[in-house]
């Protein structure tokens, strides 16, 4: 059974700091992960998808790798600013059906 | 691009009552996976299906059921509503062959009085 787990649950950096987020999983026979974004009381957005077959994905200030064989996955934000101040959340396939199991999420607050 | 549609965005209901959610896959797209999330917590799956047929149940109170229709299109029902169904209440759809790929929608925000 998949278990996602996140630390730290919430981080307060000030701005234009480098920064990982952690995420890891126990089933290690996974397709992909993938990282969110979600703003208070609003939707989930996408970031970035990690397939397997991949080591690490980039969207601008956004980096995000993937250890297998480790169970786990971080997502590094370059030069924090304070647009970033967000819940950011990974999750990874259960099964082949593809159900989500989410983590706990770490909320993030970048300070001007 | 065409993303997942979620209607009503917002939904408010008494206690008892009942609740009808949609959601509006990708085109092309024949996977479609519901999740709740409550105040202060990450998302759960209740339930998905695939190619209009069930294909995983997750925590999904027995009050709730869903299908989807031969546009692809789902529904979720909600009856016997409790206070604590509120929550949002998230779809996804996901490309043919590709389950582990989900596209999520804006989301419903349900509130139950």
């Known amino acids: 059974k998949q278990e996602v787990t996140q630390i730290p649950a919430a981080l307060s950096v000030p701005e234009g700091e480098n920064l990982v987020l952690n995420c890891s999983f126990t089933d290690s026979a996974i397709y992909n ?10 939707g989930l957005t996408s970031l970035l998808l990690i397939q397997s077959s991949q ?24 030069a924090s600013q304070p647009g970033d101040s967000a819940t950011y959340l990974c999750a ?3 099964s082949n059906t593809g159900k989500l199991i989410f983590g ?9 | 691009a065409a993303g997942v549609i979620q209607s009503p965005r917002h ?7 009942t609740a009808t959610l949609k959601c509006y896959p990708i085109p092309r797209h024949d996977t479609v996976y519901w999740y709740q999330q409550g105040p202060g917590q990450d998302p759960q799956f209740l339930i998905s299906f ?3 047929m069930q294909s995983d149940k997750g925590s999904i109170p027995d009050r709730f059921s869903a299908q989807q229709f031969s546009d692809y299109h789902s529904e979720l029902n909600m009856s016997s509503l409790e206070l604590g169904d ?28």
């Open chain 2, 11 to 17: 939904l408010i209901k008494e206690k008892r009552e």
């Open chain 1, 33 to 42: 992960l993938q990282w969110f974004r979600q703003d208070p009381g609003k």
């Open chain 2, 86 to 113: 509120s929550a949002l209440y998230f779809c996804a759809s996901s490309p043919l062959g590709r389950p582990n790929e989900q596209y999520f929608g804006p989301g419903t925000r349900l509130t139950v009085t």
């Open chain 1, 92 to 94: 990874a396939p259960s």
């Open chain 1, 55 to 78: 080591r690490e994905q980039t969207s601008g200030r956004l980096n995000a790798s993937l250890d297998k064989s480790s169970g786990r996955s971080t997502l590094y934000i370059a």
């Open chain 2, 50 to 52: 695939y190619e209009k």
């Open chain 1, 104 to 112: 706990q999420g770490t909320t993030l607050q970048v300070k001007p």
